[in-house]
């Protein structure tokens, strides 16, 4: 059962929380934006910038290990090659 919004923020302690952690995130949030742009082009919804968002961000983590989280494997499960 999740808790009510007061119960989170009264136990939420922002100062035990790390810079890992923000960067974690952020890339778990990139990732998210990779798969919906390789996800559309498979769908055949295809844009310049949609192509230049996902070789962006595949070029940016493709060798980024968070949290003993190897990113470069999690993209390339869904890395387009140029068609």
């Known amino acids: 059962m999740l808790s009510p919004p007061y119960e989170i923020k009264k136990s939420f302690k922002p100062?035990?929380?790390?810079?890992?952690?923000?960067?974690?995130?952020?890339?778990?949030?990139?990732?998210?934006?990779?798969?919906?742009?390789?996800?559309?082009?498979?769908?055949?919804?295809?844009?310049?910038?949609?192509?230049?968002?996902?070789?962006?961000?595949?070029?940016?983590?493709k060798y980024k290990n968070f949290a003993g989280i190897n990113f470069g494997t999690l993209f390339d499960y869904f890395r387009i090659e140029n068609k």
């Open 15 to 61: 100062d035990e929380f790390k810079f890992e952690d923000a960067m974690l995130l952020t890339a778990c949030d990139h990732y998210s934006a990779f798969i919906e742009a390789s996800l559309s082009h498979e769908f055949g919804i295809k844009s310049h910038h949609l192509e230049e968002a996902r070789k962006s961000i595949y070029d940016e983590y």
